[in-house]
């Protein structure tokens, strides 16, 4: 699976944006996918994921309701919706994809493939 993720930019506080990610190869509709993201300094951390069935879907502590992650499997896209971004929220955003079936992937050990990243940058 190879994953490629778009979307990023330079936003004032309380924008929006929409990161996409495509993925490559016929097991995505079994593949649960995610989002994470990484400051400088900071470890990578869970932002959100949708399950392969797009039933159950999670999200960081932080998110608070500003995010929607979603996917289409017919065009093999996962997104994530961002709105309310706040200047914590700057960081590099990875489209991720965890083993095949599973409900969930929150943990950087738990993801299987890695997008790219795309860069965030939230102005105060």
């Known amino acids: 699976v190879q994953l490629q993720a778009s979307g990023g930019g330079l936003v004032q506080a309380g924008g929006s944006l929409r990161l996409s990610c495509v993925a490559s190869g016929r097991t995505f509709p079994m593949i649960t996918m995610g989002w994470f993201r990484q400051a400088p300094g900071k470890e990578r951390e869970f932002v959100a994921s949708?399950?392969?069935?797009?039933?159950?879907?999670r999200y960081g502590d932080f998110v608070k309701g500003r995010f929607t992650i979603s996917r289409d499997n017919a065009k093999n896209t996962v997104d994530l919706q961002m709105n309310s971004l706040k200047p914590e929220d700057t960081a590099v955003y990875y489209c991720?994809?965890?083993?095949?079936?599973?409900?969930?992937?929150?943990?950087?050990?738990?993801?299987?493939?890695w997008g790219q990243g795309t860069q965030v940058t939230v102005s105060s």
């Open positions: 991720a994809a965890g083993p095949p079936f599973r409900t969930t992937v929150v943990a950087t050990n738990e993801v299987q493939y």
């Open positions: 949708i399950s392969w069935s797009e039933d159950v879907t």
